[in-house]
T-cell receptor
């Protein structure tokens, strides 16, 4: 079985500051890992994914995440926050090669302060 | 435009009145799934389908049914809705095991 833990249900940063959203996973087999963003009243949009290639993954809107097997982590970062980054962010895992759909974390609400 | 559509987007109903939420994708994807989103719980998978006539339970299937008679459609059926099924529902589809999952816009269901 797989699971995802997102540390911090709410994170606030100042505009221009570093964004760090934490995600730890557990999986009995090598995982595929994903970060999704959800803007208010909208569906989920894929930010980036890790599927066993490069461990540092770059996504859209300047976000990136690094897969660290030893720490079972897949933290999401962005060097400089923008007001438009305010949204809810979800980390998700699926065992590699599995037909099952994603297992999601509980989400982190990002607030960007002016 | 490649997309997943859901209907209705908003629905208020009463306990016990059967309802169906439709989901359709135009990308010829094999895999489709339904999730519900509740505050503090993230998204939880209800059912998924690997192809026509192939479905399986997710993490929270109780009170729901699905069918996959055509590749593009994956309706979610609530035979006897209850207030604890008040939630935001998302349909999603993807092509293969490692590929991106595309989400529909969501259906906000309220059961009184």
């Amino acid at each position: 079985a797989q699971s995802v833990t997102q540390l911090g249900s709410h994170v606030s940063v100042s505009e221009g500051a570093l964004v760090l959203l934490r995600c730890n996973y557990s999986s009995s087999v090598p995982p595929y890992l994903f970060w999704y963003v959800q803007y208010p009243n909208q569906g989920l949009q894929l930010l980036l994914k890790y599927t066993s290639a490069a461990t540092l993954v770059k996504g859209i809107n300047g976000f990136e995440a690094e897969f660290k097997k030893s720490e079972t982590s897949f933290h999401l970062t962005k060097p400089s926050a923008h007001m438009s980054d305010a949204a809810e962010y979800f980390c998700a895992v699926r065992p590699a090669g599995s037909a099952r759909q994603l297992t999601f974390g509980s989400g982190t609400q990002l607030t960007v302060l002016p | 435009e490649a997309q997943v559509t859901q209907n209705p987007r908003y629905l208020i109903t009463v306990t016990g009145k059967k309802l169906t939420v439709t989901c359709s994708q135009n990308m010829n994807h094999e895999y489709m799934s339904w999730y519900r989103q509740d505050p503090g719980l993230g998204l939880r998978q209800i059912y998924y389908s690997m192809n026509v006539e192939v479905t399986d339970k997710g993490d929270v299937p109780e009170g729901y049914k699905v069918s996959r008679k055509e590749k593009r459609n994956f309706p979610l059926i609530l035979e006897s809705p209850s207030p604890n099924q008040t939630s935001l529902y998302f349909c999603a589809s993807r092509e293969g095991v490692g590929n991106e999952q595309f989400f529909g816009p969501g259906t906000r269901l309220t059961v009184l």
